[in-house]
């Protein structure tokens, strides 16, 4: 119940289409859903994040849409670019809680 | 600013050798600090976490330990490496909740 299931592994978008990464999750008590960008050989970075009280946020590029019914949540890359490719994580955490769920990652390629 | 470092940033030690990774957080007092391992091409592993001086949470049973001297200051320790320890070891901490973990650079370690 704890976990958080993160698809595709691996997706290959050309350059200015749309990126679409979909994790699900099953414990409903879970509050907060991060969304982490790992480049090669760096450390991921927080790149955007949403509360179950809202079924979208929009930063640039970058949308997370959330379905609190289907336990499901998404991040959309709009335009995607080369420098788009990384790895990217969803995660979820609980209220009180210490520790993040994080999905097993995608890797993302975008071909120019 | 809040920073954090973490040392060495690539080292490579023979089956059987003692480790010791540190982190340091600036800027900061009393945070939450947390070791994670990325095998290749693989997700995040939580390995320890603390919430404080001396108090260690260990996720997952393995002959890796950590410690945390000081406030600001995680340590990662093996007596005797493993070749399955080789991986990219991360440091994290939180400074608003446990959903917005900012990672340091990292640790490569190949066990040889």
């Known amino acids: 119940q704890q976990q958080v299931k993160q698809s595709p592994q691996s997706l290959i978008v050309q350059k200015g289409g749309i990126s679409i990464i979909n994790c699900a999750y099953e414990n409903t008590a879970f509050d907060y859903f991060p969304w982490y960008q790992q480049f090669p050989g760096k450390g991921p970075a927080l790149l955007i994040a949403?509360?179950?009280?809202?079924s979208e946020k929009k930063e640039g590029r970058f949308t997370i849409s959330f379905n609190k019914s289907a336990k499901q949540f998404s991040l959309h890359i709009m335009d995607s670019q080369p420098g788009d490719s990384a790895t990217y994580f969803c995660?979820?955490?609980?209220?009180?809680?210490?520790?993040?769920?994080f999905g097993q990652g995608t890797r993302l390629t975008i071909n120019p | 600013s809040q920073t954090i470092h973490q040392w060495p940033a690539t080292l490579v030690q023979p089956v059987g050798s003692p480790l010791s990774l540190e982190c340091t957080v600036e800027?900061?007092?009393?945070?939450?600090l947390y070791w994670y391992r990325q095998a290749a091409g693989r997700g995040l592993q939580l390995l320890f976490y603390s919430v404080g001086i001396g108090q260690i949470s260990s996720e997952v049973p393995q002959n890796l330990s950590a410690s945390r001297p000081q406030d600001r200051q995680f340590i990662l320790s093996s007596k005797k490496l493993l070749l399955s320890d080789s991986g990219f070891y991360l440091c994290?901490?939180?400074?608003?909740?446990?959903?917005?973990?900012?990672f340091g650079e990292g640790s490569r370690l190949t066990v040889l």
């Open positions: 800027g900061t007092s009393n945070p939450n």
């Open positions: 994290a901490w939180n400074p608003r909740g446990p959903g917005e973990l900012f």
């Open positions: 995660a979820a955490s609980l209220q009180g809680a210490q520790k993040l769920v």
């Open positions: 949403i509360r179950p009280d809202v």
